[in-house]
């Protein structure tokens, strides 16, 4: 009997039979629209449906991401189509991963009734997962998830937890392209002969609870390696796109624009630490440089600082051998307190999916401060952690928030995040010219930091400077290919402040992904160039997106200088129609 591991998606229409009784014609002309959507949906995102009942459907999915995002697609064309076909049927969702046995074509046993049991509990509408989805899609998917708790299912012995798909990370966004494509728009990207990836270290150990530990030791090493100007280093968010992947270090190495990949494993007993790595040239697939590390937990700073030193003299042989002092940055005495950090950035991760993980990166980060009160980076983590707890709790905690980053830097003026998070927080405060310092040191320190200059580009935004803007906008680009919605949107932000109205609709139309903020840029430029025809879709794509939407609550977070570009923002969006009051 042949069972393998998959990605089940149960869907079915709500009130399906009251349907048929009231207008038996309609609804099964509905229900054949339907089928194509969701056909055409499940094998955009390598999926086959295996099985339809009447008006009910079972997908297949390799990948448990994959299934996730079908199933939050469907539901948002069916909510707001892109084609112009209106559906007056809902759907209920439900998906769950497990092992299942295969008949032919078909797939059988408890897995596929675990799925149709969770779409039989989910809201109309709705896209509902078991933790086991859950728990694969978190770090990778960009959706965001209510944790509803143990739930009991009908005949399934023993309660399961699930979780509600509630929308995108990116601000009211939502989804028309897959999150993490195969490749980068566009050809090859051109090799760089002093560019370097580093691949997410596996975790050997055995225990998915040390997961932070191998992923923290990645960015640790991509954080020293980005200390080096000659160096082009490929960002956190393009490496860890291939998480989880199987890679070909060669069309890894074509889609990135990269000449050398650094790949290896870490396995963490006890107080011990084992890490394999090696260096590998992508065109050749030849292995330049390779070594095995085996050493107390308390020497893996050592470590690491040789790890650098040796792929340094490997790829950037010009840099001068003193370039290593620069890269080292002070390490907590307290090596408990940086288990603490680590375990603290994993949970800050999905802070924006769930309110219980930003709970636990303040506890872990307050924690780690706690141990080593010393420890610079561990305070600015800590604000940054309190800013994303209070988008769920509502409070105002900005003066303590903004207190305890610049505890970080009296701690350590040489560090990159607690410049840049005290950089984001004088911005919200108003104090320009203290953003701008702040914001231009983390430059200084960490200049191959893609959501740093990401978003110093933003900061020029709002200094009324569209031109320097769109210059830190083009290197985000080059050093991150697989660029997410805020640095896209942000070249459309800065065409609107240089007055090039076209241009931002252009740039918006274009994203795979439109957020509420790119969305309402692109209303003010068309009410601006007074195109009507335009205008209208452009404002029923915001309102789909943030039905909600007010002027005077989006201005809240338009930080401008120039009163008279805020007052242009203002006027644009009322001259569109929309609601004035929060």
Not at 75 to 88: E, H, I, T, V
Request: glycine share 8%.
């Amino acid at each position: 009997m042949e069972r393998r591991l998959a990605t089940i998606m149960a869907s079915d229409v709500v009130g399906y039979s009251a349907r048929m009784e009231a207008s038996e014609s309609e609804t099964i002309r509905q229900l054949g629209a339907l089928t194509r959507l969701i056909g055409d949906q499940v094998r955009r995102f390598g999926g086959r449906v295996f099985s339809r009942a009447g008006d009910g459907f079972l997908s297949e999915f390799q990948s448990p991401v994959m299934a996730v995002q079908a199933g939050f697609e469907i539901q948002r064309m069916l909510r707001a189509p892109d084609n112009g076909q209106s559906y007056d049927l809902q759907l209920r969702i439900g998906i769950h991963l497990a092992d299942a046995i295969v008949d032919g074509e078909d797939l059988l046993g408890d897995g596929v009734n675990i799925a149709s049991r969770v779409e039989g509990v989910a809201d109309p509408g709705s896209v509902v997962v078991t933790q086991t989805v859950f728990d694969q899609v978190k770090r990778t998917a960009t959706l965001k998830f209510e944790n509803l708790g143990e739930r009991p299912l009908k005949n399934i012995s023993e309660p399961i937890r699930l979780y509600r798909v509630t929308g995108d990370l990116e601000n009211h966004s939502y989804i028309t392209g897959t999150t993490l494509p195969a490749r980068p728009a566009g050809a090859d990207r051109p090799i760089n002969s002093h560019s370097l990836v580093v691949l997410p270290f596996a975790n050997l150990s055995g225990d998915p609870e040390q997961e932070y530990f191998s992923d923290g030791f990645s960015e640790d090493l991509i954080t020293e390696l980005s200390r080096f100007r000659d160096i082009f280093l490929v960002s956190r968010n393009a490496s860890f796109a291939y998480k989880g992947r199987t890679v070909d270090l060669r069309q890894a190495g074509r889609e990135l624009g990269v000449a050398y990949c650094l790949e290896g494993s870490v396995r963490k007993l006890g107080s011990n630490v084992r890490i394999t790595c090696q260096l590998v040239e992508t065109e050749t697939g030849n292995q330049v440089w390779a070594e095995k590390y085996d050493c107390k937990l308390d020497q893996l700073f050592d470590v690491q600082d040789d790890l650098a030193a040796s792929i340094v003299s490997r790829v950037a042989g010009r840099i001068e051998r003193q370039a290593r002092v620069v890269a080292k940055r002070k390490r907590p005495a307290d090596m408990q307190a940086n288990d603490c950090l680590l375990r603290g950035l994993e949970h800050h991760r999905l802070g924006g999916v769930t309110r219980e993980s930003a709970e636990e990166a303040l506890r872990w980060f307050t924690l780690a401060v706690e141990k080593d009160p010393n420890y610079a980076c561990a305070h600015a983590w800590q604000a940054c952690a309190m800013a994303t707890l209070m988008e769920w709790t509502g409070e105002d905690r900005w003066a303590e928030i903004r207190a305890i980053g610049q505890r970080g830097l009296e701690l350590d003026d040489d560090d990159a995040e607690c410049h840049r998070i005290v950089g984001a927080l004088s911005l919200y405060a108003r104090k320009y010219d203290e953003a701008e310092y702040h914001y231009q040191r983390a430059l200084e320190l960490n200049p191959n930091h893609a959501y740093i200059v990401g978003r110093i580009g933003d900061l020029y935004n709002f200094l009324g400077d569209g031109q320097k803007a769109l210059k830190y906008q083009l290197r985000a680009k080059q050093l991150d290919p697989f660029l997410p919605v805020y640095c896209r949107e942000l070249e459309a932000v800065a065409h609107y402040v240089l007055g090039e109205y076209a241009a931002t609709v252009a740039v918006v139309d274009e994203l795979t992904r439109t957020s509420r903020r790119a969305a309402a840029y692109r209303v003010a430029a068309c009410a601006h160039i007074d195109n009507p025809e335009r205008l209208e879709s452009a404002v029923r794509e915001l309102r789909v997106i943030d039905p909600e939407f007010t002027i005077n609550g989006f201005l809240l977070t338009e930080f401008y200088r120039d009163r008279a570009l805020r007052q242009q923002l203002h006027d644009d969006l009322a001259k569109a129609g929309l609601s004035q009051a929060c």
